[in-house]
């Protein structure tokens, strides 16, 4: 299965909101509700940010929301912090117990 | 809390085996899904496949079937991911993560390092 696709940069300055997308096709993030998102910092472990599209862990700030329409999944990271900087990638259910990753998208925190 | 602990760094030649290591702790290790995702320099996120420690069924990405073995022992908690011949394209850092069937990892291990170089 191919990667979903994501821009491989956004940027944003403090304070300001940015939006993530993860376009796929029906067989994966148009067909499923399971969608994840990730922050992954250079060096560290990757750490789930939303998980069945919409859903947060706890101690993920609310700052971070998801969404899907169609076959694009969005992350949304509203009020930027410098923390926020990092590699973010999507990931999608793929049907016959295959799963799919984003290119990932590099967030810049100008 | 749910914590996977993996072996360290790796320095191989081509042609050569490995086996990397991921230990967990703090749930019902038989009970869950572990699974792997390699990250080559520079490059994304890739999963690699899944394994149900409990009774060992195992799940491959179509692009990593018969170019790794992913296996697991629940009697120590551990999965493995193993090589049977490196190529340099193997180099790359490989996490683990307690994989959810709603498609999430969660928590992931600190990575493996391998580094394959004649």
């Known amino acids: 299965q191919s990667a979903l696709t994501q821009p491989p940069s956004a940027s944003g300055s403090p304070g300001q909101s940015v939006t993530i997308s993860c376009t796929g096709t029906?067989?994966?993030?148009?067909?499923?509700?399971?969608v994840s998102w990730y922050q992954h910092h250079p060096g560290k472990a990757p750490k789930l940010m939303i998980y069945e599209v919409t859903k947060r862990p706890s101690g993920v700030p609310d700052r971070f929301s998801g969404s899907k329409s169609g076959n694009t999944a969005s992350l949304t990271v509203s009020g930027l912090q410098a923390e926020d900087e990092a590699d973010y990638y999507c990931?999608?259910?793929?049907?016959?117990?295959?799963?799919?990753f984003g290119g990932g998208t590099k967030l810049t925190v100008l | 809390e749910v914590q996977l602990v993996q072996s360290g760094a790796e320095v191989k030649k081509p042609g050569e085996s490995v086996k990397i290591s991921c230990k967990g702790s703090g749930y019902n290790f038989s009970g869950h899904w572990i699974g792997w995702v390699r990250q080559r320099p520079g490059r994304g996120l890739e999963w690699m496949g899944i394994i149900f420690p409990g009774d060992s069924d195992t799940r491959y990405s179509p692009s990593f079937q018969g170019q790794v073995t992913i296996s697991a022992d629940k009697s120590i908690n551990t999965a493995y991911l193993q090589w049977s011949s490196l190529k340099a394209s193997d180099t790359a850092m490989y996490f683990c993560a307690y994989y959810d069937s709603s498609n999430w990892f969660d928590p992931w291990g600190q990575g493996t390092l391998v580094t394959v170089s004649s």
């Open positions: 990931s999608s259910y793929a049907g016959s117990n295959n799963v799919v």
């Open positions: 029906s067989s994966d993030v148009g067909g499923v509700n399971y």
